[in-house]
């Protein structure tokens, strides 16, 4: 699964691809192995692991460090087809996980099949495929019809969950709009959240004003009569959406 934004959305794309992913994969040994031994050797990539990209790959081939959340097997079939789930910080190589499991059990591995089953907030729940968005596009290009495009169509906002939002009052929202601050006066309500945390700013009807990162912790703010909160890094709305309350 891959989500995509579609105009102002696409704002959202930066983060939601540095957001966690959730994979399942098969592998193959080269040769018969008993599945308890390869259960022992897979609990060893929970955590941090050292990682250098696989030679077909598009970025540069240094040695880094990526943490793998979870990984387990699903099933095994004949002792070389293992069913693996694993969920990872982005940028992780699922078929150099299998390529190492391989080289510790001395038979060499490799990834046969790879499914990505999550990105951030986003599942496989809803998912839909390249069909049927090509043909709702026909339907509201050739016959007018927009209700199959509005189906398969999320809210922008969406992809502000899993991180903390602050809803700000209406009149904070158009000097928002225009590359200002999100100060302590203009806040209705908040989640909590640290000191450099990426924030999400909302209005009271739900709607995305822009992300940002948090320049004090949530529980400053209560005692904060004015002054800076969050410093929007992308802008969601658009201008004079909202009256301007501002000069």
């Given amino acids: 699964m891959l989500p995509i934004g579609l105009e102002n959305a696409t704002k959202l794309?930066?983060?939601i691809t540095k957001a966690e992913k959730e994979y399942i994969c098969v592998m193959e040994t080269h040769e018969k192995v008993n599945?308890?031994?390869?259960?022992?050797i897979v609990e060893e990539f929970k955590g941090k692991i050292y990682q250098r990209p696989p030679v077909r790959s598009s970025v540069?081939?240094?040695?880094?460090?990526?943490?793998?959340?979870?990984?387990?097997?699903?099933?095994?079939?004949?002792?070389?087809?293992?069913?693996?789930?694993?969920?990872?910080?982005?940028g992780t190589y699922m078929r150099k996980i299998c390529h190492d499991i391989g080289i510790i059990l001395g038979t060499g591995a490799h990834m046969r099949e790879l499914r990505?089953?999550?990105s951030g907030t986003f599942t496989e729940e809803g998912l839909v495929t390249l069909q049927d968005v090509s043909e709702a596009l026909y339907m509201w290009k050739n016959c007018k019809d927009e209700s199959d495009l509005?189906?398969?169509l999320l809210p922008m906002e969406i992809g502000l969950c899993g991180i903390p939002k602050i809803i700000l009052d209406d009149n904070a929202v158009d000097a928002i709009a225009y590359g200002a601050t999100a100060n302590a006066p203009g806040i209705v309500a908040y989640q909590n959240f640290k000191k450099g945390d990426l924030v999400g700013l909302i209005t009271i009807?739900?709607?995305g004003i822009?992300?940002?990162?948090?320049?004090?912790?949530?529980?400053?703010?209560?005692?904060m009569k004015k002054g800076e909160v969050v410093r929007p890094n992308r802008i969601l709305i658009k201008r004079d959406v909202y009256p301007r309350a501002w000069k």
């Fill in 13 to 15: 794309i930066t983060y």
């Fill in 35 to 40: 599945v308890s031994i390869v259960k022992e």
């Fill in 60 to 90: 540069k081939r240094r040695l880094r460090t990526r943490k793998v959340f979870d990984i387990e097997i699903l099933e095994e079939k004949d002792g070389k087809l293992f069913l693996l789930k694993i969920s990872s910080e982005p």
């Fill in 116 to 118: 990505r089953t999550k």
């Fill in 150 to 152: 509005r189906k398969i």
């Fill in 205 to 207: 009807k739900g709607e």
């Fill in 210 to 223: 822009a992300i940002g990162k948090a320049l004090v912790d949530s529980n400053n703010i209560q005692q």
